[in-house]
């Protein structure tokens, strides 16, 4: 694709997001779809980290965990410190990132299964670490949470105060979008380089990358803190959208959720976890008027999909490549 | 003649089993130089050790003087010894293409951050590889299938593939694992002047390999190993009249060819 | 010190039970079934209304869990694993198609059985008391019937034919193919019995512990956590793993009981640290 | 082509489901005017006991009135609509349960279920003005400046102080061991527990055990504890499923003392997992003890059993969240569209409680642990179990 296609693109998507649905909405005055989609947003930066580490070749189920850790970030420092929220975001993101090498050196080395099971073990263990430790206030976890405050540049106010707006939920939804597609840009750019082509390499067979000359234990956790970065900041939204975080706040079944995201939408394809989050969180709302059959009807579709398209949704698209 | 490549003493153990031991040659620069041995004779165990894929229990291997047993096998890649493999290990969902293109890794000069940015460095490098890989693959008679998907590539081409990888890396030396394991005479014989033409562009070789004829047609010296220990070294005239190689290859069950007339 | 120790035994014998048909299925079919705890949970439902609710013999319900399990898996294997995994590029896929049984699993049972936990009156009444041991009947007797059962197990998988036939299935399927054995038909087999074991499982403790209808999550969580210790895939892995947890958790909580809080974080951190040490576990195969 | 396929996919995925849920919410009509009631909880997963006997009160409860012609507000009379959300017991999921609420033209709601999600709707439901009934007891929900929740039933610590004292009194109990799940809630009612244990001068011996609320084996958990041999043994927030389990291994394992919790049980769970073990067993419920439950208790439970075949004993206690909704806007029908004349009504509103025999009043209380009314009145019934029945062990109140 040329670069004019590609920025077409893009500027179709982000007007479509920026100014397309906030009228829809506003037509339709479905207000609540605001949440939604910026739930719809969040959970697919998260599930953009894991759908990284799917792409050197490891099953990630603890996503969870730097979700929580990166809630728990921001919260503190706004409560406890006072730092603004607009800091914290990035923060919350790099302590993930920084722990997340730490717990990957080791644990990076484990493949299949293994590795699957020692992050599901790391959300439960992420979870009762929030419980025990002091610093995250145990168990009566962190209740109201300032919303974000203002940015002010040189007298000029370029982000207003969330508590002061009239429509909290709009303003959430563009940071939300903004910031997936930030992140999905960067992800494709980073698939499409030379990081992608290396990080295919690990997944198709680590041996041979590192008989080329490739540092597979380095680029496995800058990889894996890539994706640890994204599930804290996505956490860490979640955090100050709900103004309080508890350590149950996101549990072994988010980490699953993840997961499943990635695989509906498609491992080959990068858009695939942004895709697979839409249709599995918006299934369930949708679902939401069919009482108690809903769990029913939406684990029959899920079956039904996967026997239809076992590669993920993207996989029906006509000109499918290999990679995406 | 400098010798580029030394192997001093090298044992290997996997708990009581010595699978190498106390095996010490050299290779010099711009040499052919071949492992044989009957099976389970400790030949892939050796190459390992060589290419730092495994540790050696005791002993040391020596690249232009400097010790490169125990380090990463990407760092030992790095310096100039690259391996291929005995099995068909390729990136099997890539284009023949890209296997090559992703193999130019480490001649690239810009970093990943400029990669991810587009730096002019990092175009500079890709449009390079996208050139040499052509070279490589022309170079190897692999041109007319550089889009094909890797997977989808008969046995002998995967083996030159697997050749054309290595030689992306731009090695001072290339180790071949038994590049001719498999082949039937007509391929063995196109992929013995493979080998030849990559000691051409001033690659040094050392294989280990099974397949006696073409060890014999190809290489400058050859090394042989039996139950773990070297039993011989010499040059192909040397090796074929040597009576304990004869007795090694002859006491074992499956090891019959080439060696008798 | 007896009184933990037998406690550790107990719980080892019914976690290892749990974790051989997960590991079966996973050996044969490389599939990680997230939907082994609502097998047992259902299992469990369906011993608890022979027995309880239409007043049959424990044998008999527990004969029907087996047996109703079995027809599941057996469905489940043809109609739904063997044609995704024959479909889908990477083999990690299963692991949607089976969390997706699993939330199907959870649906029917919620529908069928409600929401309440259930139990079943007591097998056997009474307790075993002495100085350093107190245990109760029915649970001496369902933790030998469970080690009868692993014993079963183990003997048909070493001496049976189709014992033998999914050995070498697990062992290597392309070469197993070429001896001759039926991949898709002990393939299914295999997924019967797996799911067969979840369902006795469930039954049998559901004269302990009762059944409840939304436990099957965390019971397949734990099923992995034991199937890890011991090594994925392999049989005497299985039964090491859930011996090893229950110990772990029974001598855990009772060495730690002053810092009670901790005691599952020291567990699973331990557990985090083992796994970085041995990659394959106990005793399994390299997998990845 | 990836990005704009991709973007159009999500386009279309969004415009279709935006479509389609519009044509769910003006499908519905009826004769009488509909007043929508909704409730947010997790009634599926392992905790689906605690908003299912929710949902099935209110449902029984609207099925009955409107069966009735409906409830008279002003001068209108409304047919109940009970809208259900399932928030899977995730916080996440509860804001959007809230926020659909909020869409459907919803005032009140009942739920959520647990701490994190109680806590977390807050934000939408102060935005949105929507009074919401959570059954979590942490006080920062209801103390000023939060003003839309009211706790659904009585709180732990102030049912546990009140047992404890009784069981101080009169049995003669001086030593307690605390057993909690390591998760929120629970180690949080723990925490108030033990405060008020050692307020009253209890020796507390256990306060650290804990265990993973998917546990079904507590012989292990409770060896150490037992041994210790406390007078009380209280499960602090112990969920349903789990008490027979706790109750029936303690006893097994030789345990002679008093067992108590501060949350509510179903009879019929306790018999089966735990058949005579369980006797003695102190919780807290709500009105249907024989001794003071009214004959419309009675009729409730019987339709409530007619309807979805087998009671809930837990429905005691949240019966009442319906009844005091629908009361509170027939005492003040401004209140119907507008949360503000709600909160000024709680302060004075009080009406006859129907489901206890005697004198007993609707009211808010909540006075002495919030500074606010901000919580309903339910007689707290301290039950003890026998035989597969509660009997009353006392009532008492909370202000």
């Given at each position: 694709?040329?670069?004019?296609?590609?920025?077409?693109?893009?500027?179709?998507?982000?007007?479509?997001?920026?100014?397309?649905?906030?009228?829809?909405?506003?037509?339709?005055?479905?207000?609540?779809?605001?949440?939604?989609?910026?739930?719809?947003?969040?959970?697919?930066?998260?599930?953009?980290?894991?759908?990284?580490?799917?792409?050197?070749?490891?099953?990630?189920?603890?996503?969870?965990?730097?979700?929580?850790?990166?809630?728990?970030?921001?919260?503190?420092?706004?409560?406890?410190?006072?730092?603004?929220?607009?800091?914290?975001?990035?923060?919350?993101?790099?302590?993930?990132?920084?722990?997340?090498?730490?717990?990957?050196?080791?644990?990076?080395?484990?493949?299949?299964?293994?590795?699957?099971?020692?992050?599901?073990?790391?959300?439960?263990?992420?979870?009762?670490?929030?419980?025990?430790?002091?610093?995250?206030?145990?168990?009566?976890?962190?209740?109201?949470?300032?919303?974000?405050?203002?940015?002010?540049?040189?007298?000029?106010?370029?982000?207003?105060?969330?508590?002061?707006?009239?429509?909290?939920?709009?303003?959430?939804?563009?940071?939300?979008?903004?910031?997936?597609?930030?992140?999905?840009?960067?992800?494709?750019?980073?698939?499409?380089?030379?990081?992608?082509?290396?990080?295919?390499?690990?997944?198709?067979?680590?041996?041979?990358?590192?008989?080329?000359?490739?540092?597979?234990?380095?680029?496995?956790?800058?990889?894996?803190?890539?994706?640890?970065?994204?599930?804290?900041?996505?956490?860490?939204?979640?955090?100050?959208?709900?103004?309080?975080?508890?350590?149950?706040?996101?549990?072994?079944?988010?980490?699953?959720?993840?997961?499943?995201?990635?695989?509906?939408?498609?491992?080959?394809?990068?858009?695939?976890?942004?895709?697979?989050?839409?249709?599995?969180?918006?299934?369930?709302?949708?679902?939401?008027?069919?009482?108690?059959?809903?769990?029913?009807?939406?684990?029959?579709?899920?079956?039904?999909?996967?026997?239809?398209?076992?590669?993920?949704?993207?996989?029906?698209?006509?000109?499918?490549?290999?990679?995406? | 003649?400098?010798?580029?490549?030394?192997?001093?003493?090298?044992?290997?153990?996997?708990?009581?089993?010595?699978?190498?031991?106390?095996?010490?040659?050299?290779?010099?620069?711009?040499?052919?130089?071949s492992?044989i041995g009957p099976n389970?004779a400790?030949k892939?165990?050796?190459?390992?050790?060589?290419?730092?894929?495994?540790?050696?229990?005791?002993?040391?291997?020596?690249?232009?003087?400097?010790?490169?047993?125990?380090?990463?096998?990407?760092?030992?890649?790095?310096?100039?010894?690259?391996?291929?493999?005995?099995?068909?290990?390729?990136?099997?969902?890539?284009?023949?293409?890209?296997?090559?293109?992703?193999?130019?890794?480490?001649?690239?000069?810009?970093?990943?951050?400029?990669?991810?940015?587009?730096?002019?460095?990092?175009?500079?490098?890709?449009?390079?590889?996208?050139?040499?890989?052509?070279?490589?693959?022309?170079?190897?008679?692999?041109?007319?299938?550089?889009?094909?998907?890797?997977?989808?590539?008969?046995?002998?081409?995967?083996?030159?593939?697997?050749?054309?990888?290595?030689?992306?890396?731009?090695?001072?030396?290339?180790?071949?694992?038994e590049p001719f394991a498999g082949m039937n005479h007509?391929e063995t014989k196109?992929a013995v002047?493979?080998?030849?033409?990559?000691?051409?562009?001033?690659?040094?070789?050392?294989?280990v390999e099974h397949d006696m004829v073409a060890v014999m047609r190809i290489s400058?010296?050859i090394?042989v190993?039996n139950?773990?220990?070297?039993?011989?070294?010499?040059?192909p005239?040397?090796i074929q009249?040597n009576?304990?190689v004869i007795e090694a290859y002859l006491g074992s069950e499956d090891e019959t060819i080439g060696l008798l007339p | 010190?007896?009184?933990?120790?037998?406690?550790?035994?107990?719980?080892?014998?019914?976690?290892?039970?749990?974790?051989?048909?997960?590991?079966?299925?996973?050996?044969?079919?490389?599939?990680?079934?997230?939907?082994?705890?609502?097998?047992?949970?259902?299992?469990?439902?369906?011993?608890?209304?022979?027995?309880?609710?239409?007043?049959?013999?424990?044998?008999?319900?527990?004969?029907?869990?087996?047996?109703?399990?079995?027809?599941?898996?057996?469905?489940?294997?043809?109609?739904?694993?063997?044609?995704?995994?024959?479909?889908?590029?990477?083999?990690?896929?299963?692991?949607?198609?089976?969390?997706?049984?699993?939330?199907?699993?959870?649906?029917?049972?919620?529908?069928?059985?409600?929401?309440?936990?259930?139990?079943?009156?007591?097998?056997?009444?009474?307790?075993?008391?002495?100085?350093?041991?107190?245990?109760?009947?029915?649970?001496?007797?369902?933790?030998?019937?469970?080690?009868?059962?692993?014993?079963?197990?183990?003997?048909?998988?070493?001496?049976?034919?189709?014992?033998?036939?999914?050995?070498?299935?697990?062992?290597?399927?392309?070469?197993?193919?070429?001896?001759?054995?039926?991949?898709?038909?002990?393939?299914?087999?295999?997924?019967?019995?797996?799911?067969?074991?979840?369902?006795?499982?469930?039954?049998?403790?559901?004269?302990?512990?009762?059944?409840?209808?939304?436990?099957?999550?965390?019971?397949?969580?734990?099923?992995?956590?034991?199937?890890?210790?011991?090594?994925?895939?392999?049989?005497?892995?299985?039964?090491?793993?859930?011996?090893?947890?229950?110990?772990?958790?029974?001598?855990?909580?009772?060495?730690?009981?002053?810092?009670?809080?901790?005691?599952?974080?020291?567990?699973?951190?331990?557990?985090?640290?083992?796994?970085?040490?041995?990659?394959?576990?106990?005793?399994?195969?390299?997998?990845? | 082509?990836?990005?704009?396929?991709?973007?159009?996919?999500?386009?279309?995925?969004?415009?279709?489901?935006?479509?389609?849920?519009?044509?769910?919410?003006?499908?519905?009509?009826?004769?009488?005017?509909?007043?929508?009631?909704?409730?947010?909880?997790?009634?599926?997963?392992?905790?689906?006991?605690?908003?299912?006997?929710?949902?099935?009160?209110?449902?029984?409860?609207?099925?009955?009135?409107?069966?009735?012609?409906?409830?008279?507000?002003?001068?209108?009379?409304?047919?109940?609509?009970?809208?259900?959300?399932?928030?899977?017991?995730?916080?996440?999921?509860?804001?959007?349960?809230?926020?659909?609420?909020?869409?459907?033209?919803?005032?009140?709601?009942?739920?959520?279920?647990?701490?994190?999600?109680?806590?977390?709707?807050?934000?939408?439901?102060?935005?949105?003005?929507?009074?919401?009934?959570?059954?979590?007891?942490?006080?920062?929900?209801?103390?000023?400046?939060?003003?839309?929740?009211?706790?659904?039933?009585?709180?732990?610590?102030?049912?546990?102080?009140?047992?404890?004292?009784?069981?101080?009194?009169?049995?003669?109990?001086?030593?307690?061991?605390?057993?909690?799940?390591?998760?929120?809630?629970?180690?949080?009612?723990?925490?108030?527990?033990?405060?008020?244990?050692?307020?009253?001068?209890?020796?507390?011996?256990?306060?650290?055990?804990?265990?993973?609320?998917?546990?079904?084996?507590?012989?292990?958990?409770?060896?150490?504890?037992?041994?210790?041999?406390?007078?009380?043994?209280?499960?602090?927030?112990?969920?349903?499923?789990?008490?027979?389990?706790?109750?029936?291994?303690?006893?097994?394992?030789?345990?002679?003392?008093?067992?108590?919790?501060?949350?509510?049980?179903?009879?019929?769970?306790?018999?089966?997992?735990?058949?005579?073990?369980?006797?003695?067993?102190?919780?807290?419920?709500?009105?249907?003890?024989?001794?003071?439950?009214?004959?419309?208790?009675?009729?409730?439970?019987?339709?409530?059993?007619?309807?979805?075949?087998?009671?809930?004993?837990?429905?005691?206690?949240?019966?009442?969240?319906?009844?005091?909704?629908?009361?509170?806007?027939?005492?003040?029908?401004?209140?119907?569209?507008?949360?503000?004349?709600?909160?000024?009504?709680?302060?004075?509103?009080?009406?006859?409680?129907?489901?206890?025999?005697?004198?007993?009043?609707?009211?808010?209380?909540?006075?002495?642990?919030?500074?606010?009314?901000?919580?309903?009145?339910?007689?707290?019934?301290?039950?003890?179990?026998?035989?597969?029945?509660?009997?009353?062990?006392?009532?008492?109140?909370?202000?």
């Open positions: 694709m040329s670069p004019t296609k590609k920025l077409a693109a893009t500027a179709a998507f982000l007007a479509s997001v920026l100014v397309a649905v906030p009228w829809a909405i506003a037509a339709t005055g479905r207000n609540d779809l605001y949440y939604t989609l910026t739930s719809v947003a969040l959970l697919s930066i998260a599930s953009a980290g894991v759908w990284l580490t799917f792409y050197i070749g490891r099953i990630n189920i603890g996503q969870g965990a730097y979700a929580l850790i990166g809630g728990y970030t921001s919260a503190i420092l706004v409560v406890d410190y006072g730092v603004s929220f607009w800091l914290t975001l990035p923060i919350a993101g790099l302590f993930c990132a920084a722990a997340s090498v730490l717990i990957g050196l080791p644990i990076l080395r484990l493949r299949g299964v293994y590795f699957a099971m020692v992050t599901l073990v790391l959300t439960e263990v992420a979870r009762l670490l929030a419980l025990a430790l002091p610093i995250t206030h145990g168990a009566s976890g962190m209740v109201s949470i300032p919303a974000p405050g203002a940015i002010r540049l040189f007298g000029v106010t370029l982000v207003p105060d969330f508590a002061t707006l009239q429509n909290p939920r709009l303003a959430f939804y563009i940071v939300s979008v903004v910031l997936m597609a930030l992140c999905y840009a960067g992800l494709y750019r980073l698939v499409h380089s030379r990081m992608g082509r290396l990080c295919l390499s690990l997944q198709q067979n680590e041996e041979l990358a590192s008989s080329i000359g490739v540092n597979i234990a380095w680029l496995r956790v800058v990889a894996y803190a890539i994706s640890s970065f994204l599930g804290g900041i996505g956490g860490a939204m979640f955090a100050a959208i709900a103004q309080s975080i508890y350590p149950s706040s996101f549990t072994v079944t988010d980490s699953v959720n993840f997961m499943l995201n990635c695989f509906l939408g498609g491992l080959g394809y990068v858009f695939g976890p942004m895709i697979g989050t839409f249709v599995l969180y918006f299934g369930w709302d949708f679902l939401f008027q069919t009482g108690e059959y809903q769990l029913l009807i939406y684990s029959s579709l899920l079956i039904a999909l996967m026997l239809f398209l076992p590669n993920g949704l993207l996989s029906l698209r006509p000109a499918a490549k290999k990679r995406g | 003649m400098t010798q580029l490549l030394q192997v001093s003493q090298v044992t290997k153990r996997f708990g009581g089993l010595v699978a190498v031991n106390d095996v010490s040659f050299s290779v010099a620069e711009g040499e052919i130089v492992v389970g400790g892939s165990t050796l190459f390992k050790v060589i290419s730092s894929f495994l540790k050696p229990t005791a002993g040391e291997v020596r690249f232009r003087g400097e010790r490169i047993s125990g380090l990463a096998p990407h760092i030992v890649a790095r310096k100039g010894v690259v391996r291929t493999f005995q099995e068909t290990t390729i990136f099997r969902g890539m284009t023949v293409r890209d296997n090559v293109i992703i193999a130019h890794h480490l001649r690239s000069k810009a970093n990943l951050a400029g990669f991810f940015v587009g730096s002019a460095t990092a175009r500079r490098d890709e449009a390079e590889f996208g050139r040499s890989a052509d070279q490589i693959l022309n170079f190897l008679d692999l041109g007319a299938i550089k889009n094909e998907v890797a997977s989808t590539l008969p046995h002998g081409l995967l083996r030159a593939l697997g050749i054309a990888i290595g030689l992306a890396t731009d090695p001072t030396v290339l180790l071949l694992d007509a196109r002047e493979l080998v030849r033409a990559v000691r051409e562009r001033g690659v040094t070789v050392l294989l400058d010296r090394v190993l139950f773990g220990l070297k039993i011989a070294e010499g040059t005239a040397e009249c009576p304990k | 010190m007896e009184q933990v120790f037998a406690n550790g035994l107990y719980l080892g014998a019914q976690y290892a039970l749990i974790a051989l048909g997960l590991t079966l299925i996973f050996a044969l079919m490389n599939v990680l079934n997230f939907a082994h705890g609502q097998m047992y949970v259902l299992g469990g439902f369906i011993t608890y209304t022979v027995y309880a609710r239409l007043g049959l013999p424990f044998v008999v319900a527990l004969f029907a869990s087996g047996v109703t399990l079995a027809t599941v898996g057996a469905l489940i294997e043809k109609f739904l694993f063997r044609p995704v995994i024959r479909r889908s590029v990477r083999e990690e896929s299963t692991m949607l198609l089976a969390a997706a049984i699993a939330f199907l699993l959870d649906a029917l049972i919620l529908l069928l059985f409600g929401e309440k936990q259930r139990g079943v009156p007591k097998i056997v009444k009474g307790v075993f008391t002495s100085d350093a041991l107190i245990m109760p009947y029915d649970r001496i007797l369902v933790g030998i019937l469970a080690i009868a059962f692993i014993a079963a197990f183990v003997l048909f998988m070493q001496y049976s034919k189709p014992g033998r036939a999914m050995r070498a299935l697990a062992q290597d399927r392309v070469a197993a193919q070429l001896m001759g054995v039926r991949v898709d038909r002990y393939s299914m087999i295999g997924f019967a019995l797996g799911a067969m074991l979840a369902g006795v499982v469930g039954g049998l403790l559901v004269a302990i512990t009762g059944i409840s209808s939304g436990i099957g999550g965390p019971i397949s969580i734990k099923a992995f956590m034991m199937v890890m210790i011991g090594g994925a895939g392999v049989v005497g892995g299985a039964i090491a793993g859930g011996f090893i947890l229950g110990m772990l958790e029974s001598v855990g909580l009772s060495a730690l009981h002053d810092y009670g809080d901790i005691t599952y974080l020291v567990i699973f951190a331990a557990l985090m640290v083992f796994l970085s040490l041995r990659p394959n576990g106990l005793m399994g195969k390299p997998w990845g | 082509m990836i990005n704009r396929r991709s973007a159009v996919t999500f386009m279309a995925l969004g415009t279709a489901s935006v479509l389609s849920i519009m044509a769910g919410a003006f499908s519905a009509n009826a004769a009488n005017k509909e007043l929508k009631i909704g409730f947010v909880g997790v009634t599926s997963g392992p905790a689906a006991a605690w908003g299912t006997s929710n949902v099935r009160s209110m449902q029984t409860r609207a099925e009955w009135i409107n069966e009735m012609g409906g409830v008279k507000i002003g001068g209108e009379t409304y047919d109940i609509n009970i809208i259900t959300f399932d928030d899977q017991k995730d916080p996440k999921r509860a804001i959007a349960g809230m926020e659909k609420m909020a869409q459907e033209g919803i005032h009140y709601v009942v739920g959520p279920n647990v701490d994190d999600g109680a806590a977390a709707v807050r934000p939408v439901a102060e935005a949105k003005g929507i009074i919401y009934f959570p059954y979590a007891f942490p006080k920062p929900l209801y103390v000023a400046p939060a003003s839309n929740a009211i706790l659904g039933m009585i709180a732990n610590y102030q049912s546990g102080p009140a047992i404890y004292k009784f069981l101080k009194e009169k049995k003669g109990v001086k030593t307690i061991a605390f057993v909690a799940a390591n998760e929120s809630d629970p180690l949080s009612q723990r925490e108030g527990g033990v405060a008020a244990a050692k307020a009253l001068g209890l020796q507390v011996v256990a306060e650290k055990d804990t265990y993973q609320n998917d546990t079904r084996d507590f012989t292990p958990v409770l060896t150490p504890v037992v041994k210790l041999k406390p007078d009380l043994l209280v499960l602090s927030g112990v969920a349903p499923g789990n008490a027979p389990l706790l109750i029936r291994a303690a006893r097994e394992l030789g345990y002679k003392g008093l067992i108590s919790t501060e949350t509510a049980h179903d009879a019929k769970v306790l018999q089966e997992g735990a058949g005579e073990l369980a006797d003695g067993f102190i919780s807290v419920g709500g009105a249907s003890t024989p001794e003071i439950a009214s004959d419309m208790m009675k009729e409730f439970v019987r339709r409530y059993t007619k309807k979805f075949g087998e009671y809930n004993d837990e429905s005691n206690t949240k019966v009442y969240a319906l009844d005091y909704i629908l009361e509170t806007l027939k005492a003040n029908p401004a209140a119907i569209n507008n949360v503000e004349e709600f909160k000024r009504t709680v302060d004075t509103f009080s009406a006859p409680n129907p489901y206890v025999k005697g004198e007993g009043k609707l009211k808010y209380v909540g006075t002495a642990s919030f500074g606010q009314k901000r919580q309903i009145a339910v007689p707290m019934v301290v039950n003890t179990y026998k035989d597969g029945k509660f009997e009353t062990l006392f009532v008492g109140e909370v202000d």
